[in-house]
């Protein structure tokens, strides 16, 4: 599509070089008309507002309270008030998506103490990581069933390590069938932003995540324009390819330096500094919904840890009808500008409420959160002082 024909309700629902403009604003391969329904404040040039009630998306669940990305996460996070609950999907050796942060599986997961499975271990590259231990794309997926979570940070996190060993790697089919049924218990229509991980990478073991992300999206019921799904990547090309086959609203995520690594691969040397530009932006728009960048390239720190000025990415997004969820706000001073911290240690709880405050007073339309429960209360006041 040439441009995007999602309403974004439905989730409620310098310039750069010309080389460079040419490839981020080159049009998709069978490009569609758009549709009737579209909003005609909304899509690509087409200025929209920042929500008046921005959205909160348990990270990975609630990864500050339990384990990540287990189901227990993922109910605690709808039972703190969070309107979307986010898997990183990756896949198994027999090709089915199962929630993780990265295939790589030794610090969320007790598979060290398997010793049937000591052969599996082995190095990789990763998107040009090296990586040392065991990955879940040489398991299947009856054999990743018989390993247990743990906490990735339990340093951080202490109280979490108690329920290490309780909870499996669930699938992506039932952290959907999870979230329709928490719909139906709490009557909110519980959304889901699943995340692509690392799919050139994928696609080199014939395991490419988006076919079966997108079958188990549609048996669920999940894959119509309103449906409360947001796809994401830190790739370019598996977004502009889920362009021309799904309706469904996606996000181009954002890291502070380097580039997406297909464009690294098909070195086109577009970088992520590149897609926040407005000839950037303008690109972004023609396949996607939202933009993800991480919480410093809205709010950036000073040399001395301390918040700068609030830059002008979430208006320039909104110029292109694009709107913007920022990662990661986290409870933990470590996590935090200085100005926010308790002064009672780097894991001590600091300002989180001050913090998202200031996300949503810089123009944000939603934000990732640990603590969900934290990211909502601010939220709401937020909400209720406008």
């Known amino acids: 599509m040439t441009s995007r024909t999602r309403a974004l309700g439905a989730l409620l629902l310098p310039l750069v070089p010309l080389s460079l403009a040419a490839t981020l604003l080159a049009p998709p391969a069978q490009a569609a008309a758009p549709a009737a329904s579209q909003a005609p404040s909304e899509g690509p040039g087409r200025g929209i507002e920042q929500l008046s009630?921005?959205?909160?998306?348990?990270?990975?669940?609630?990864?500050?309270?339990?384990?990540?990305?287990?189901?227990?996460?993922?109910?605690?996070?709808?039972?703190?008030?969070?309107?979307?609950?986010?898997?990183?999907?990756?896949?198994?050796?027999?090709?089915?998506?199962?929630?993780?942060?990265?295939?790589?599986?030794?610090?969320?997961?007790?598979?060290?103490?398997?010793?049937?499975?000591?052969?599996?271990?082995t190095v990789k590259s990763i998107d040009g990581v090296e990586y040392d231990g065991w990955f879940t794309e040489d398991f299947t997926l009856a054999e990743l069933r018989t390993l247990r979570a743990t906490e990735r940070l339990p340093a951080v996190r202490p109280d979490n390590t108690r329920y290490d060993?309780?909870?499996?790697?669930?699938?992506?089919?039932?952290?959907?069938?999870?979230?329709?049924?928490?719909?139906?218990?709490?009557?909110?229509?519980?959304?889901?932003?699943?995340?692509?991980?690392?799919?050139?990478?994928?696609?080199?073991?014939?395991?490419?995540?988006?076919?079966?992300?997108?079958?188990?999206?549609?048996?669920?019921?999940?894959?119509?324009?309103?449906?409360?799904?947001?796809?994401?990547?830190?790739?370019?090309?598996?977004?502009?390819?889920?362009?021309?086959?799904?309706?469904?609203?996606?996000?181009?995520?954002?890291?502070p330096t380097g580039a997406p690594w297909d464009q690294q691969v098909k070195e086109t040397g577009v970088t992520y500094a590149d897609l926040t530009t407005r000839a950037g932006l303008r690109g972004v728009a023609a396949y996607a919904d939202w933009i993800g960048p991480e919480k410093t390239m809205v709010i950036p720190r000073q040399e001395d840890g301390s918040s700068a000025e609030p830059t002008a990415l979430p208006r320039k997004a909104h110029r292109q009808g694009l709107r913007v969820v920022v990662y990661t706000i986290r409870d933990e001073n470590q996590f935090m500008a200085t100005e926010y911290r308790s002064g009672e240690g780097p894991d001590a709880k600091g300002d989180v409420f001050a913090e998202v405050a200031d996300f949503l007073d810089a123009g944000v339309d939603a934000v990732f959160a640990d603590h969900p429960d934290s990211a909502v209360f601010a939220r709401d006041n937020w909400v209720a002082a406008r």
């Open 165 to 255: 060993g309780r909870f499996r790697v669930p699938t992506f089919d039932e952290v959907l069938a999870l979230a329709k049924k928490l719909s139906r218990e709490t009557g909110r229509t519980i959304g889901v932003a699943p995340e692509t991980k690392h799919p050139t990478y994928f696609d080199s073991l014939d395991l490419s995540p988006e076919e079966p992300m997108l079958r188990d999206l549609r048996q669920a019921g999940l894959d119509g324009k309103r449906s409360r799904i947001l796809i994401q990547s830190f790739e370019v090309s598996n977004l502009r390819q889920l362009d021309r086959r799904t309706e469904l609203p996606l996000e181009q995520l954002m890291s």
């Open 53 to 121: 009630r921005p959205l909160v998306v348990g990270h990975r669940g609630a990864s500050g309270y339990r384990p990540e990305h287990t189901l227990a996460a993922y109910r605690l996070a709808v039972q703190l008030g969070a309107d979307y609950i986010e898997p990183d999907l990756v896949p198994t050796k027999d090709g089915v998506l199962v929630a993780r942060h990265e295939s790589f599986i030794n610090e969320t997961t007790d598979v060290e103490e398997h010793p049937e499975f000591a052969d599996r271990r």
